[in-house]
């Protein structure tokens, strides 16, 4: 019967690279509330942002340990493709963490990022590096449904302020690119074993929520919005709404547990060369007004 659960080892597109690239992004007159004029989106985001410095070390640790056992030239790519990328995540995310400590939330981001460290110690420390690397594929599940909603209705891009916006867009395409990395590494380790790869899903969520939860009420705290109805629940309506990233992501994770998923059934690689097309003329825009 678990035969019947495993997931093949399809592995990336070969029309897709994975290739790192520093932005160094510099941030400046960034509003408050960057996304769509909307404080609980926008702080919902920025928490997400405090967990990534420390989260992609961990994500590139957990590949970087069983990276031996790639089997051909493509793969071995990939996997150094992947490092290299999430490396680069955790400094553009830093400089952005950096930005909004030194714009008001500075017991907030400091704050935020320290729970997010010990919160993972707690992982390196509890849990075999099969299990880590099976929370990496979880968690780069749940990244690039995320990347999905972002990328996939121009008009989601549209509602981040133009200062960051970029930063957003170029992490979303890239978290596409690399989506299988770790799965397929998963999937070799554990020779395709659905319940190493399914039963870290649900706690590891769990995690992520719950520290979205209490940051965002931070950041909202900060704001004294916490205590505002009608702000939290227009916020939350626009998460919950169609086209939101709640009714986005919940339907596309539940397709984790589905014996025989593999990350590229949803196949987007068409797409990824006009994101990395309209990234390219964004940036040469801002450097262009930066000049
Ligand atoms: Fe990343
Ligand atoms: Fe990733």
């Known amino acids: 019967m678990w035969n019947l659960l495993r997931s093949t080892i399809k592995s990336t597109p070969g029309t897709v690279s994975i290739i790192p690239q520093r932005m160094n992004f510099d941030f400046k007159n960034t509003p408050k509330h960057w996304f769509d004029n909307e404080p609980v989106q926008t702080h919902l985001m920025n928490a ?20 031996n056992i790639a089997t051909s030239k493509k793969q071995q790519q990939e996997i150094s493709g992947f490092i290299g990328q999430e490396a680069m995540h955790s400094l553009e995310h830093d400089t952005f963490n950096k930005m909004l400590a030194a714009t008001g939330y500075k017991e907030e981001a400091e704050g935020g990022q320290n729970l997010a460290q010990k919160i ?27 990347a999905q909603w972002l990328l996939s209705d121009p008009s989601v891009l549209e509602k981040i302020d133009p200062s960051v916006r970029q930063l957003w867009f170029w992490h979303a395409i890239e978290e596409t690119e690399h989506k299988a990395v770790a799965f397929d590494l998963l999937q070799q380790v554990t020779d395709g074993d659905y319940l190493t790869r399914v039963r870290v899903m649900a706690p590891a969520t769990w995690f992520l929520m719950l520290y979205c939860f209490v ?3 931070a950041f909202l705290k900060k704001d004294g919005l916490h205590n505002k109805p009608l702000v939290i629940a227009k916020g939350l309506w626009q998460l919950a709404k169609p086209g939101g990233l709640f009714a986005s992501v919940v339907p596309a994770w539940f397709q984790y547990f589905k014996p025989g998923f593999h990350p590229w059934d949803d196949d987007d690689s068409a797409e990824i060369s006009q994101w990395r097309a309209s990234l390219t003329e964004a940036m040469a825009t801002l450097q262009a007004e930066a000049a």
Request: aromatic fraction near 10%; hydrophobic fraction near 40%; glycine fraction near 8%.
């Open 48 to 67: 997400l942002s405090l967990t990534f410095p420390d989260g992609e070390r961990f994500f590139v640790d957990s590949v970087r340990h069983f990276r």
């Open 120 to 146: 993972i110690a707690g992982g390196r420390k509890r849990l075999s590096h099969k299990e880590q690397l099976a929370a990496t594929a979880a968690l780069e599940h749940i990244t690039a449904i995320m």
């Open 215 to 217: 940051y965002t009420g």
